[in-house]
């Protein structure tokens, strides 16, 4: 809704007043409309000043109304009518103005915008376009490069830089309401022609079937597939080379396909997934509003390699005091270098002075003695852990919090080396852990929720989304891509090459197909793995053949390139060929296909033709089966924390939703009868078997994604 009061004699203010963000709801929109009426036909009142309560102007459009039917006056007339007023109004930005907020705005006839205040259009972000005349009064009003750059982006802009782009008129330190009257007395009765965006001409570059050819390009190589940007690009067009009256009926259109696509739901329903995620709960019953988290202030890094570098940089760059700590000399040496150097460029990007003094560097560990939190990150070696985390509970103050940066080992080993266990989690970063927006925040049997409330909070600080998640192997985000890779490897072995298996994964939307991804990260990595788990090599005393192990079917392949040395882009060889070691051009290499060629023919295996539909099926959907496991075993609370994960630590398209809102849209009744075909043509496959879960939920009739956890639940119950 919408409070009106007269202030200072002769102005209307307008106040929304829909809590949290005052979103453009139905009961806004009638507020604001009514009081505009009102506003319109006091005599007394010579100006109007629209603000938002709680110190945020406006957060757009509702978007949990999207796709109910829609009730209330529509946001174009709304915003027209406000354009075309007698009287000058005048937007109060606060906090925010986004998306329909900062169209409102637009429809204004000045913006005074308070400092702190952040404007944009991130339609495009939730598989949209704006299309209450944003698309149209923005290149209008700041030229058609930096409306291009803001719409198909979505990106928030400071009030400094809206002053500079000229979205808003004055910027204040002060009291942006009080600003905001003062500035409509003086504005009243002045001519409003020149005010209305809607009438002025599009500033079209001289160039401009180059610049919007320009643009589509790379929002198609940034878009991955994705269509809103796309749609964003063909909207500022018709801006710049259609009347405005035109240019909306273009915007409406486009609006149109974008609003009922698979897409929008997707991108909205991860919207709501992210926030989703910070409402954790853990099996015990122990949930976010409930845990206190306790405040972190100074932190310690244990072992400076890359991922213990990335850490510190994150830590030190919210403003945290960091203990780095790397017992060997020359190696703490390398790290102070390369940490000076992250904190040096992150500064000069964000236009900061650098952290440096914030981190300080220890070859012992006595240092970390007084630290609130520790974060230990040295090699993936669970003897080596085991033994820092004996020495932290040891020298530690009491109370301290110890996390490892583990990517997939049992955090109860852990906990069980030291004297408080309830203070362990794990915090399992991704490379680069400075830049990569995940966390997975991990508790075992032991950990006390006040230790998962402060590493989720921690990890919020820094900047990352942060999803609690159960201990297992792998946690969530590896424990599924093992399937995945598993699948890929087989496929290879059934006839495919590794540029056919990738390129159908990014033609779905991937940044990289598996075995780019692999090339990079280090095939070693994985290879070590399998060799601590006795894998990577066959047992002469079972008697199984070479592509059976541990009783299932297993692909050598990856350990047969490692045993060449071939570990990827930092070899030069991997999967594909590369002009040099740490080269990232990956070229297919004839090596490769002869390897793989000779590999059948050694196995008996007859080389057939795979199509793109047995390649995404097999690969994902044993992905999404493990998910569906996962849920089951209580490691993931929902599905929305699976996507989160996998959206943001695993570069899966954003515009389909994670893997488990892309099962719900393929149909869970076909996931399933995949899996089933898949199954029974490789019986010694057993993730390829259909869980338990995925089967009560076809059984309970396919419910939506926001009903699983209801299902889920039961199943517990029944455990
Ligand atoms: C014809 C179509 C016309 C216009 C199209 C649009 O306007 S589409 C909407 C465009 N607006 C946005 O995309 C903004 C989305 N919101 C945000 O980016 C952030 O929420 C925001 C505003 C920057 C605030 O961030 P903060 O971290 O402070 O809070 P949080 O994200 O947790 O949000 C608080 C609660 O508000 C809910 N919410 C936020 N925005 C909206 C919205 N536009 N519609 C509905 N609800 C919204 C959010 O879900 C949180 O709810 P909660 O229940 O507390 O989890």
């Not at 974008?258 to 909205?268: D, H, I, M, N, V």
């Not at 989703?276 to 972190?296: C, H």
């Not at 959907?621 to 075993?633: Q, V």
């Amino acid at each position: 809704m919408a409070q009106y009061t007269r202030v200072s004699g002769s102005v209307g203010l307008i106040t929304l007043q829909s809590p949290r963000v005052n979103a453009l709801s139905a009961a806004v929109r009638q507020g604001i409309v009514d009081m505009m009426q009102r506003a319109l036909s006091e005599p007394e009142v010579k100006s109007v000043v629209i603000c938002g309560q709680n110190g945020i102007f406006c957060g757009g459009a509702d978007i949990k109304e999207f796709g109910k039917n829609m009730s209330g006056p529509p946001l174009i007339p709304m915003i027209h009518a406000i354009e075309a007023a007698s009287k000058p109004v005048v937007a109060a930005i606060e906090g925010i103005a986004l998306g329909g907020g900062l169209e409102l705005a637009l429809g204004c006839h000045y913006r005074i915008a308070h400092a702190k205040a952040r404007v944009g259009l991130p339609e495009v972000t939730l598989g949209l376009l704006p299309a209450a005349g944003g698309s149209q009064r923005l290149p209008r009003l700041i030229g058609v490069p930096a409306a291009l750059d803001l719409i198909t982006t979505g990106r928030h802009v400071t009030a400094a830089e809206a002053l500079k782009l000229g979205i808003v008129d004055q910027v204040t330190d002060h009291n942006t309401v009080n600003v905001a009257v003062k500035f409509a007395k003086r504005v009243a009765g002045q001519s409003l022609d020149p005010r209305r965006i809607s009438t002025y001409p599009c500033p079209c570059p001289s160039d401009a079937d180059a610049l919007f050819e320009k643009a589509m390009q790379k929002v198609r190589r940034a878009a991955r597939g994705a269509i809103a940007p796309v749609a964003c690009v063909q909207a500022v067009r018709a801006a710049a080379t259609l009347p405005y009256n035109q240019g909306m009926e273009r915007e409406k259109e486009l609006m149109a396909t974008l609003f009922t696509s698979g897409q929008a739901r997707a991108l909205q329903y991860f919207f709501f997934a992210q926030r989703a995620v910070g409402k954790w709960s853990m099996p015990s019953g122990a949930r976010w509003e409930t845990s206190k988290p306790r405040p972190v202030h100074k932190a310690a890094v244990i072992g400076l390699g890359t991922m213990g570098r990335g850490i510190t940089v994150a830590l030190a760059q919210a403003g945290l005091s960091v203990v780095a700590v790397e017992t060997q000399e020359k190696q703490l040496m390398e790290a102070k270098q390369a940490i000076s150097g992250m904190l040096e460029r992150g500064a000069k990007r964000s236009g900061v002075a650098p952290a440096l003094d914030k981190v300080s560097y220890s070859h012992n560990i006595q240092p970390v003695a007084d630290v609130d939190l520790v974060i230990e990150a040295v090699f993936e070696d669970m003897a080596l852990k085991k033994k820092v985390f004996q020495q932290l509970s040891a020298v530690c103050k009491p109370g301290t919090f110890l996390c490892s940066n583990t990517s997939g080992l049992d955090i109860d080993h852990l906990a069980c080396q030291t004297r408080n266990p309830e203070l362990v989690v794990g915090m399992h970063f991704f490379a680069p852990a400075h830049v990569m927006k995940l966390l997975e925040v991990v508790y075992g049997p032991k950990s006390s929720p006040h230790a998962v409330a402060t590493a989720m909070q921690l990890g919020k600080k820094i900047g990352k989304v942060s999803v609690a998640v159960g201990n297992c192997r792998g946690f969530v985000g590896n424990r599924m891509l093992k399937p995945y890779l598993e699948q890929a490897l087989f496929l290879l072995e059934e006839g495919a090459t590794p540029e056919f298996v990738d390129q159908v994964l990014e033609e779905f939307g991937f940044a990289m197909g598996v075995f780019r991804v692999s090339d990079l990260s280090g095939l070693d990595v994985g290879w070590r793995v399998r060799m601590a788990d006795g894998l990577a090599q066959p047992d002469p005393t079972t008697g199984q053949p070479v592509r059976v192990r541990q009783g299932r079917r297993y692909s050598p392949l990856g350990d047969l390139l490692c045993e060449q040395g071939r570990f990827g882009q930092k070899t030069g060889r991997g999967w594909y060929q590369y002009d040099k070691p740490g080269s990232q051009v990956a070229k297919p290499d004839p090596w490769l296909h002869s390897f793989l060629d000779e590999y059948r023919t050694r196995h008996g295996l007859v080389a057939r033709r795979i199509d793109h539909q047995e390649v995404l099926e097999r690969c994902l959907y044993s992905l999404i089966n493990e998910g569906f496991r996962i849920l089951e075993d209580g490691i993931a609370a929902g599905p929305e924390d699976i996507d989160v994960i996998y959206v943001f630590g695993y570069s899966w398209p954003r515009h389909r939703g994670g893997p488990m809102f892309y099962a719900a849209t393929v149909g869970l009744n076909k996931v399933l009868e995949r899996l089933e075909h898949y199954h029974q043509a490789h019986p010694d496959v057993p993730s390829l078997q259909p869980c338990r879960l995925l089967r009560k939920l076809v059984a309970g009739g396919s419910p939506p994604i926001h009903k699983w956890r209801e299902v889920i639940k039961k199943v517990h119950s029944q455990l």
